[in-house]
């Protein structure tokens, strides 16, 4: 079988016509495999998913629990037929329940990645590379100015400002999903063993973490009315909050965004960021061509992101590669999906 054959990249996503399934589609359709939970990737109203545990529970905690007609649930490294197409699910490193999934037929494998790091984290499993013929990745950070710092180092500095600010709410941006809880949990291994305080739109998914094991100590969910009283805490929001009038309730915040992003100077300044965390859930410019490098793939697909210049850098490197143009990623979180989409009552029995 050929690549082009075995996946294709369409409006709806990458679709695999042997199996008939689609992975990660940004539309809905009847039968989807999806890499995590993030909204970009995991949205609502398919006729059947097959996901991690994890994924399916994260995807009814926000959509409801009649997010699909059909689930199906993916055990990490175990072996799942689909027609003449068989598909694995190994972790990606990104957020709870993450995974790549390897997709194999007459002799070929190719990885999709999903979104991936390599940096430890100590709220979901390590990603593994997998040795294979096309890996497919997203280039969300595939710049060469992208190289993420440590991210032990970043969360030091937040402890340091509440050390040298004690009168001062601390208020974390971050992601509602991942981002969030890896955050708390380094603050927790830096030994900091106040309550950390969330915001309402991440306490289910916090404590969804919370009951799959991760150490994130005493947490507390915000009461509007107490604002004034969070002198000298650590709160973390969505970062949409953090520009937000609900922001300015608190004792002379200090306003922190823990992102990727935060590399780049002119876009904390523009977001009225004061102290800019670069704690990113996605690999940096070097990550990417080392996992590119682990896989000893000969071809790369470039999913979203800065697919141009990692595309460059393969050729320079001897590898083919190309863009695969798909859109609709990017961004997660930023948009906190809405919603259960309606109509999913007729779907089929048995999907997959
Ligand atoms: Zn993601
Ligand atoms: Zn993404």
Do not use: N
Request: glycine residues 10%; contains cysteine; hydrophobic residues 40%.
């Amino acid at each position: 079988m050929r690549p082009s054959e075995l996946l294709i990249p369409t409006p709806a996503g990458l679709w695999c016509p042997p199996a008939d399934i689609y992975i990660d589609p940004v539309r809905p359709v009847d039968r989807a495999l999806i890499t995590h939970g993030h909204s970009d990737h995991a949205r609502a109203g398919h006729g059947a998913v097959l996901a991690t545990r994890e994924t399916l529970a994260i995807m009814a905690l926000r959509y409801g629990e009649g997010f699909t007609g059909e689930r199906q649930q993916a055990v990490p490294g175990e072996t799942v037929r689909i027609g003449p197409v068989d598909f694995t699910f190994v972790p990606a490193g990104h957020v709870l329940g993450s995974a790549q999934i390897i997709v194999e037929s007459g002799g070929l494998r190719i990885v999709v990645s999903g979104d991936y790091k390599r940096e430890r984290d100590p709220t979901c499993a390590g990603f593994e590379p997998v040795r294979c013929d096309i890996f497919i990745t997203e280039a969300t950070f595939g710049l060469p100015v992208f190289r993420h710092p440590r991210a032990h180092a970043e969360v030091a500095k937040l402890l340091e400002s509440v050390r040298v600010f004690p009168e001062r709410t601390h208020i974390v941006g971050a992601y509602s999903l991942g981002k969030a809880q890896r955050v708390m949990a380094l603050i927790r291994e830096a030994g900091y063993e106040r309550p950390i305080h969330v915001h309402g739109a991440m306490e289910k998914l916090t404590e969804f973490y919370l009951s799959e094991g991760a150490v994130l100590g005493d947490i507390r969910k915000v009461v509007a009315a107490e604002r004034k009283s969070l002198g000298g805490e650590i709160v973390i929001c969505p970062p949409s909050a953090i520009q937000d009038l609900w922001a300015r309730k608190f004792p002379d915040p200090v306003t922190s965004f823990a992102s990727g992003w935060m590399r780049i100077r002119a876009r904390a300044r523009q977001k009225g960021v004061e102290l800019p965390l670069i704690v990113s859930d996605h690999a940096d410019w070097d990550d990417l061509q080392a996992t590119i490098r682990e896989t000893g793939a000969g071809e790369i697909w470039v999913t979203h992101g800065e697919a141009e210049a990692l595309v460059h850098w393969c050729g320079t490197v001897g590898l083919k590669a190309k863009p695969l143009h798909l859109v609709g990623y990017g961004d997660e979180g930023e948009a906190e999906p809405t919603g259960t989409e309606p109509g999913l009552e007729g779907a089929d029995a048995a999907a997959f």
